[in-house]
C-alpha cells in the first residue's frame, strides 16, 4: 500500500491511473478506523481496480468548541487496517496541506445543510462539502463510498455533485452496528461505561418507531412521542439534540407517512454526541 501527504502526489498517482484504464474508488474517512469503515472499504474493494482511502481529520467541518483537537486519532493501526482490507492507496494529508493559508474557496448546499445536524453544527456541512469535493478533484473517483449513519451528510453529497456536475457516483453502506445495536463510531470512546450501557436504546428507541410503523400509526409526531417515552425511561441522560421524521432525500419534514421516510436523531450523551437513523416503512 502507498501513503501519500502531497495533494499533488494523489493527483498525479490517480491520473496515472486513469490513463492506464484503471478505475478509481474513494472511501474517505477521518481515521480511528472500526468496522464500519472496513466495510466501506470491502465494497470500495469490489467497485474498482484501485482503492484509494484518505485519512483527514478536516478542521474546517468542526466548530469552535467541537472536539477537533480531541477526535481520535491512531494513524499506524488504521494504516495496518487499510492494508489489510486491500487498500492501494492511504491519503494522509495534514491541514497544511489540504488548506493553503489564502483559502478562500467554499461548496455549500445550503437547504439541506440547515436542517437536522445543521441545526447545532451550522458551518459543518460547508466544511465537508469543500473537502470532499477538493478530494474528488484529487482522486478522480468513478465511485466514492459513505456510510449512512451520516445520512444526511451523504444526501447532501449527492445532491451537491448532482448540482456540479461531479462525475463520480456516491454509494452509501448500511450502518455497522455492535451486537446490542449501538451505531459504530469513532466518537464511541468518549462514552463512559454507564454512558455505553444506555447508549443502545437510541437504536431499541429507532426499532420501536419502525415497529410502530410497520403496524399502521403514520402520525410523525405520535412516532416521536414513543421515542422520547423511551429515552425518558431509558436514557435518562441523554439530551435531545434532534429527532426528525423526513423524506430520506430532500430531507423535508413528514407529518403523515405515506411512503418511505427516514427518523433520524442526534442526542448528547457526557462527551459524545450520537447520530443515528433508521428508515422506517409504512404498513
Ligand atoms: O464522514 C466523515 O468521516 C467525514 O465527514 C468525511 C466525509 C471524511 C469528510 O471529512
Not at 437547504?111 to 474528488?136: A, D, I, N, Q, Y
Not at 478533484?137 to 449513519?149: H, N, T, W
Not at 450523551?269 to 409504512?282: E, P
Request: proline fraction near 7%; include cysteine; glycine fraction near 4%.
Amino acid at each position: 500500500m502507498k501513503i501519500l501527504t502531497a495533494p499533488d502526489e494523489l493527483q498525479q498517482t490517480c491520473l496515472e491511473w486513469r490513463a492506464r484504464g484503471l478505475s478509481v474508488a474513494l472511501v474517505p474517512t477521518m481515521g480511528y478506523y472500526h468496522d464500519g469503515h472496513v466495510s466501506l472499504m470491502r465494497h470500495a474493494r469490489e467497485a474498482a481496480q484501485k482503492v484509494v482511502v484518505s485519512l483527514f481529520v478536516n478542521p474546517t467541518q468542526f466548530g469552535p468548541g467541537e472536539d477537533l483537537a480531541t477526535y481520535p486519532r491512531d494513524p499506524e493501526r488504521d494504516a495496518a487496517i487499510a492494508e489489510s482490507n486491500g487498500v492501494d492507496l492511504l491519503f494522509m494529508p495534514s491541514p497544511e496541506d489540504m488548506y493553503s493559508p489564502a483559502h478562500a474557496t467554499w461548496v455549500e448546499v445550503p437547504e439541506l445543510s440547515r436542517t437536522m445536524c445543521g441545526l447545532s453544527r451550522p458551518t459543518h456541512f460547508r466544511g465537508v462539502c469543500t473537502v470532499v469535493l477538493k478530494l474528488f478533484m484529487l482522486a478522480q473517483p468513478a465511485i466514492a463510498f459513505f456510510g449512512q449513519k451520516d445520512w444526511q451528510q451523504a444526501a447532501i453529497l449527492k445532491r451537491m455533485a448532482a448540482d456540479l456536475n461531479v462525475p463520480t457516483a456516491i454509494r452509501t453502506c448500511p450502518i455497522v452496528r455492535e451486537k446490542d445495536g449501538l451505531a459504530l463510531s469513532s466518537r464511541n470512546v468518549y462514552l463512559t461505561q454507564e454512558e455505553r450501557a444506555q447508549a443502545p436504546h437510541l437504536y431499541q428507541s429507532l426499532r420501536l418507531a419502525a415497529e410502530l410503523a410497520a403496524s399502521g400509526e403514520t402520525d410523525a409526531r405520535r412516532l416521536m412521542t414513543a421515542i422520547r417515552e423511551h429515552w425518558k425511561t431509558y436514557l435518562p441522560k441523554a439530551q435531545e439534540d434532534y429527532l426528525t421524521i423526513v423524506e430520506p432525500d430532500s430531507l423535508a419534514p413528514v407529518e403523515t407517512l405515506s411512503g418511505p421516510a427516514l427518523c433520524a436523531l442526534a442526542v448528547r450523551l457526557g462527551k459524545a454526541r450520537l447520530i443515528d437513523n433508521m428508515l422506517l416503512k409504512t404498513a
